[in-house]
């Protein structure tokens, strides 16, 4: 099930870790209202290549590597769309949860989409869990 929308007005951290983080094809610098930056951050999980993009199930034993934005609602809706969420749908691609990610030592929660495990069965796993790494991207 999707974890609700925050209240109006009240902005939440989102935990990017593929096409979304800076450099990367859906950059989410770009986007408006602008996402503020927080820093870089790991949450366990395990990260999947999905060809163009990629995808991260919860709970993995390695770190997945990514960055922590502060977003406003209005971007959430944006990022949900890029995500092609339709709302309570078993068949989504991803499902956008709440997670808690390591940051600079601390714990912080956190907007995650997660890939929905239907689509992982053939899907080659990245066992340093970076993708930027993975496609030879420039970190930021």
Known sequence: MPEPS????TPRHVFVYGTLRRGGTNDITRLQPAP????F?????VLFHLGAYPGMTLGGDQPVHGEVYAIEPALEVILDAIEGLSGDSPTDEYLKRETMVQLKGQP?????????TR???????????DWLHAVGAAAP
């Open 6 to 9: 925050s209240p109006a007005g």
């Open 36 to 39: 503020r930056w927080v820093g």
């Open 41 to 45: 951050a790991q949450v366990p999980g």
């Open 108 to 116: 912080l929660p956190c907007l995650v989409y997660e890939i929905n």
């Open 119 to 129: 689509y992982t069965a053939s899907a080659r796993r990245i066992e340093h869990g």
